[in-house]
């Protein structure tokens, strides 16, 4: 499974929105209705899928990973 | 309007801009004559001269300009400046200015600049003019979302913190540094027990988000719940000194910018570090990194005490991300969890909590929150004379 992030349109229902990603094979991490985002794992052949879910605005791949450096590095 | 001096100054050269009224260009000339004797000449009688004295007149008309360059004396200056004042066809009257090419390098003087006296403040909070600004951040909220923060910092007692981790398995306290070093820059004390006062908005409230582990590593998953938090809690400004290295070209996260938006709409305004991935001194640019090339999210580059680009700072390379202001992020002294309290690091993850902070205290100042406080902090930097590709609209400023 690869970590997905998507972007639900403000006029759609969010709870809705949320249980048509899961009924799409999301496994759904965190819901953020403040945001409107819905953040969690899917595999990879099923992404097509979630585009396909109403109310669904954007899906991208998400897991990128941030880093600072190590406390004593001069530049953070 | 103030009468104009007429002798030159060192940066003017002792003639006069007349902007004349729209669609007035030919009565403006005749009243140029009529008030101050002075006779002018438009740019195609001309046949291109751009200086006054062209055909043995005392003036260029810039007919498609609606624009008039005179010689005048002190007493034709007067007479141009009453016109001002009247109806008619002069609108405005100032003095021709010398103007330079633009330097992509630091003045030399600036090169040679001493270090920053700290006896009593940071460099950096006297770069942004903070000691003259009457706003504290009172009633403001700000929101850090990094690697938590040292609650018990004795510089921090009394103050109003609310914190949370969306990091599984940890607290809100910070394991790392770099959180609490932040948040002293964007909302630490002005008068600490041990000097130099190193914060901005000083009375703001604070909103500790745990979003980077203890070893400073942090996910979209968290970082989107903090922002999510941030929101929720009706912060008005969120700083965010992270990010992920992108190269030029890969397009902006849709998610981000879509969140970015919506935060901006609800009165949420987000600044996030440029990043710290160019190598200036071998001549290498990186582009601004991810989550701070959303058009959205205000992206924030580092400049040192000398006014020069950080040699590490991101800058514009792409259609993508732009560098939007620049703050003081090289040799930032701050906050440090305890036992050591304070530490001095360097990064556009310094710079950004000092636009956190002056957001802050403009938001306090004029009532701005959203896209209205973006623009505010964007018109009121200070212009530099350095590429705007490395610093945008130049360097934030208290209000």
């Known amino acids: 499974m690869i970590s997905v992030l998507v972007s639900v349109a403000e006029s759609a229902s969010f709870v809705s929105v949320v249980a048509g990603l899961a009924e799409a094979g999301m496994r759904v991490e965190r819901a953020l209705p403040e945001i409107l985002t819905v953040v969690g794992r899917v595999d990879e052949d099923r992404l097509g899928s979630l585009r396909k879910v109403e109310g669904v605005v954007a899906v991208e791949r998400g897991g990128g990973g941030f880093q600072v450096p190590h406390p004593g590095s001069g530049v953070q | ?399």
């Not at chain 2, 002075?38 to 001269?49: D, F, L, P, Q, V």
């Not at chain 2, 624009?67 to 002190?74: G, H, W």
């Not at chain 2, 991300?321 to 309290?341: C, E, I, T």
Request: glycine share 12%; proline share 5%; with cysteine.
């Open chain 2, 1 to 399: 309007m103030s009468t104009p001096e007429n002798s030159p100054q060192d940066d003017t050269t002792g003639r006069y801009l007349v902007l004349l009224a729209d669609d007035s260009v030919a009565a403006g000339t005749r009243e140029l004559h009529r008030v101050a004797g002075i006779r002018a000449t438009s740019t195609a009688e001309a046949a291109g001269s751009a200086y006054p004295g062209a055909h043995g007149a005392d003036g260029l008309v810039f007919d498609r300009l609606g624009v008039a360059v005179v010689d005048a004396d002190a007493d034709q200056a007067e007479a141009l400046a009453r016109a001002v004042d009247e109806p008619g066809p002069i609108a405005a009257l100032e003095q021709e200015r010398r103007v330079y090419a633009i330097s992509a390098t630091i003045e030399a003087d600036d090169a040679a600049a001493p270090p920053a006296d700290e006896t009593t403040y940071t460099w950096g909070l006297q770069a942004v003019g903070a000691p003259l600004s009457k706003a504290t951040g009172a009633g403001i909220r700000v929101a850090v979302l990094d690697t938590g923060f040292d609650a018990e910092h004795p510089d921090f007692a009394g103050r109003t913190v609310t914190t949370s981790s969306f990091v599984q398995g940890e607290d809100a306290a910070d394991g790392h540094g770099h959180g609490t070093h932040c948040i002293g820059t964007a909302t630490g004390p002005r008068e600490p027990a041990t000097r130099p006062g190193y914060g901005l908005a000083y009375q703001a409230e604070i909103f500790a988000g745990k979003v980077l582990s203890n070893e400073g590593s942090g996910n979209d998953g968290g970082i989107l719940a903090g922002i999510a938090w941030a929101v929720s809690n009706n912060c008005h400004v969120v700083s965010m000194s992270l990010g992920a290295t992108v190269r030029a070209g890969t397009p902006y996260s849709t998610v981000y910018e879509s969140v970015a938006a919506r935060a901006l709409a609800q009165g949420t305004l987000i600044v996030a570090a440029a990043g710290n991935d160019s190598k200036r001194q071998n001549g290498v640019i990186a582009p601004v990194g991810h989550p701070a090339n959303c058009p959205s999210i205000l992206a924030v580059g580092a400049i040192d005490v000398a006014t020069a680009v950080g040699w590490f700072s991101c800058g514009t390379v792409d259609k993508i991300g732009a560098v939007d202001v620049v703050a003081p992020g090289v040799d930032v002294y701050s906050s440090w969890p305890r036992p050591k309290l304070y530490n001095k690091i360097s990064g556009t993850s310094m710079a950004t909590p000092h636009v956190a902070g002056i957001a802050a205290l403009i938001s306090q100042a004029t009532g701005a929150r959203g896209w209205e406080l973006w623009a505010r902090l964007a018109q009121s930097a200070r212009r530099l004379s350095l590429v705007s590709t490395d610093v945008g609209a130049g360097l934030v400023l208290a209000p």
